[in-house]
C-alpha cells in the first residue's frame, strides 16, 4: 500500500536519485542540470512542503509545493511530482498529486497550476484530468526535447 507523508532528510539520497532520473530522461521537467545531495537538501527544503510516497519503507516518488508566483498571485500554488521507473503504475502518482492538493488547501493556496505539462506526457495528462484539472491552452513548442524537437506544453489549473 502506498502511502504519502512529508518528507525528512533521510528521504533526500533517495528522492534526489528520482529527481535527476526524471530530469535524465528529458522528457518532463524543464531543468538540464542534475541536483548533488548537496543541492538537493537545499532545493527541498526551501519548498513550501514536500510530500514522498512510499511503501514498505522504500521511497517512490516526491512531489514539491511552492507558490507559483508572488505578490497578488502567491495563492496560486505549484508543484512538481516524480516517481521512480521502476515504481510506475502502481498508484504512487495519483497519491501524490491528491496528497498535493490537500497539503496546498492545508498551505492556505487557492489554485494549483502547472505551467508546462508536457503534451507528450500522457499519463500525467490524463491523471491530471482525472483528478479535475482543467487544460488552459496549448503552448506550441514549449518544451524542447532530448533529441533538439519541440513539443508543446499544456498549462492546467485546478481549484483548492
Not at 507523508?5 to 542534475?34: C, K, L, S, T
Not at 519503507?57 to 500554488?77: E, K, S, T
Request: include cysteine; charged fraction near 20%; hydrophobic fraction near 40%.
Amino acid at each position: 500500500m502506498v502511502e504519502v507523508r512529508p518528507y525528512v532528510y533521510d528521504d533526500v539520497a533517495a528522492m534526489v536519485e528520482i529527481w535527476n532520473e526524471v530530469v535524465r530522461d528529458g522528457i518532463a521537467f524543464p531543468q538540464e542540470n542534475e541536483l548533488s545531495l548537496e543541492e538537493g537538501a537545499e532545493f527541498f527544503a526551501a519548498q513550501t512542503h514536500c510530500g514522498v510516497a512510499v511503501e514498505d519503507g522504500a521511497v517512490l516518488g516526491l512531489y514539491i509545493l511552492h507558490p507559483n508566483n508572488i505578490g497578488r498571485c502567491g495563492h496560486i500554488a505549484n508543484a512538481s511530482y516524480a516517481v521512480s521507473s521502476a515504481a510506475r503504475g502502481r498508484g504512487a502518482g495519483r497519491a501524490l498529486v491528491v496528497d498535493s492538493l490537500e497539503q496546498g488547501r492545508a498551505y492556505g493556496f487557492r489554485v494549483m497550476q502547472f505551467n508546462a505539462v508536457v503534451a507528450t506526457n500522457a499519463g500525467a495528462r490524463h491523471l491530471y484530468e482525472k483528478l479535475g484539472f482543467v487544460q488552459l491552452g496549448t503552448i506550441p513548442g514549449g518544451f524542447r526535447m532530448p533529441d533538439g524537437t519541440y513539443a508543446d506544453i499544456c498549462p492546467y489549473y485546478h481549484e483548492l
